[in-house]
């Protein structure tokens, strides 16, 4: 019943704020400000809906990207956005996948060709080639991306790879050398293996709890040059490179897609405080 009655609040508020028009009013008023969605999988029907995107969703939640934002490499858009002010008629946005499931390789790769746009895909090395994935789950299978398909994948002009550690583990849990290793090997392995500099990095889980400051210190110190959480929100130009949040992208119908990306919430959020404040001084 409580699930329920979410459900039907969550509808209203994001209907509220798409069909007045406030999140695409919102959208054109903070072209400062930076995106980077959260994907894992794209899946051919609906299955989880917390970590796959089907197939025909995701291509129309890109086309939406083409028209109303700028999607940039995530690692132009920290290099380059952060350095010189943004001053185009529309946001930036740069998309990223976590994890490395077969799926980045058959589905996600031909539909940001297509509609050529970059993407950065996280890789828990561990899971490569062994055929699992970090969260088996029976009602959604889904098997690692294969050796040869990280390589293939890697090569499109496309694509830039990031690495999510060697088990996907909580980091904030283990001591620092563990911690170090897992942060320090994944970029290792998948700098020698795609001869190529591994400067991105994203924190297993991202919540708050998953990661301290000594590990965004330990994610200095193994070579990355900026860090993804799952903090979700969008973010200015002086935000920490190496706990940059990110907005989680769920199946949801486009609209609802439209609403999240737009950032509205971030200033929802504060206006829902103030007017709860001044209801109830
Ligand atoms: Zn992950």
Redo the contacts with the bound molecule.
């Keep these: 019943m409580k699930r329920i009655a979410f459900q039907i609040a969550k509808y209203f508020v994001f209907g509220a704020l798409y069909f007045s028009g406030l999140s695409a009013l919102y959208r054109l008023c903070t072209t400062q400000r930076l995106r980077i969605l959260c994907y ?1 999988r794209i899946s051919t029907h609906a299955s989880d809906p917390l970590l796959d995107v089907p197939m025909e969703r995701f291509r129309a939640q890109m086309q939406h990207l083409k028209r109303h934002y700028i999607p940039l490499p995530l690692s132009l858009m920290i290099d380059h956005v952060r350095r010189t002010p943004h001053r185009k008629d529309k946001p930036p946005v740069a998309v990223t996948f ?2 490395g499931t077969t799926d980045w390789f058959t589905r996600a790769m031909p539909i940001l060709e297509e509609t050529q746009i970059p993407a950065t895909f ?1 890789v ?1 090395t561990g899971y490569i080639g062994n055929g699992l994935i ?1 969260y088996p789950n029976p009602h959604t299978p889904a098997t690692a991306l294969s050796y040869d398909e990280l390589v293939k994948l890697a090569a499109s002009s496309f694509v830039e790879i990031g690495g ?1 550690t060697l088990t ?1 583990p909580h980091l904030s849990e283990l001591d620092a050398k563990t911690s170090y290793k897992e942060i320090e090997g994944s970029r290792a392995l998948l700098s020698s293996w795609l001869k190529r500099e591994v400067a991105l990095f ?1 924190y ?3 919540d708050a709890q998953d990661y301290t400051n000594e590990t965004l210190e330990l994610v200095r110190e193994a070579g990355y040059r900026a860090a993804c959480t799952l903090d979700e929100r969008t973010f200015g130009p002086h935000e920490d490179p190496y706990a940059l949040p990110r907005l989680v992208i769920f199946d949801e119908p486009l609209w609802m897609f439209k609403v999240r990306i737009s950032g509205v919430f971030d200033d929802v959020l504060v206006f829902i405080l103030l007017l709860k404040k001044f209801i109830n001084p």
């Design positions: 894992h976590d994890d996280f828990c970090p999510h996907h994203a297993p889980f991202g």
